[in-house]
């Protein structure tokens, strides 16, 4: 079953208004490549100016919480999100499940929350550096998605991201080979899940990914897209990842 690619990039804690700029010139230079479909997940404050400034080049936050409205402080619902003109959601970012203790329950909450309310939900997976080192890199991966992914629910507006987290913002990067490993057995958790419609769900690897390194992850059976950090910020770092994903073509 052919997958579009996909490439969203994340900002992190980084922008603020005077990166609008870099945002309208990334939105502007992936309109060259129709066939792949991309976005940026940015700070919440930059959310609506993003989103304005750029539509319909897709702009998304990098968390969500699982209630419509409520006591919650500082947290953001998917009716906020879609107010303020998102139209995808990052939820289980390592980042998030460190270091706010987020579990594998509350990530498939948020990924419920969000498909909910249709937006796209880029759902992130991935294993630290001792589990990789003691080879339970892929059972406890599998294990993680398994308690992640949403129920009951639509998933045709669902992406996986798997990321290293050893991967992440540290120059290093997953071999093609345990890339294609994971993906392929994140792949079988999918199709277990959900049946055919677990063919369609893309799977992004996420980790140190850069124009120096896209061509060769694209290649790799079973990766349809990315999930950059750093190599998001800027567009001249941006964009040639996302033509290699041009290049690549439907997986
Ligand atoms: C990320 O934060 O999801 C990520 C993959 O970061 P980087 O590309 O910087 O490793």
Sequence with gaps: MP????????????GVG???AEIRAIADASSAYPNVDSGLCVPATLLERAAREVAPF????????RAAQGAHTGCSSTTMLLDAGAAMVIVGHSERREAQRETDAEVRAKAQAGLGGGL????????????????????????????????????????????????????RTATPQDIGEMHGALRQRLVAAYGAAGQSIRILYGGSVKAQNAAEIFAVADVDGALVGGASLKSEDFVPIIAAAAAAGEG
């Design 18 to 20: 005077s990166d609008l």
């Design 58 to 65: 897709p702009i998304g936050a990098q968390d969500v919480h």
């Design 3 to 14: 997958r579009t690619k996909l490439v969203v990039g994340n900002w992190k804690m980084h």
């Design 120 to 171: 796209l939900v880029i759902l992130c997976v991935g294993e630290s550096l001792e589990v990789r080192e003691a080879g339970d890199a892929v059972a406890t991966v599998q294990r993680q998605l398994d308690a992640s992914l949403p129920r009951d629910i639509s998933v045709d507006k669902l992406a996986i991201a798997y990321e290293p987290i050893w991967a992440i913002g540290t120059g």
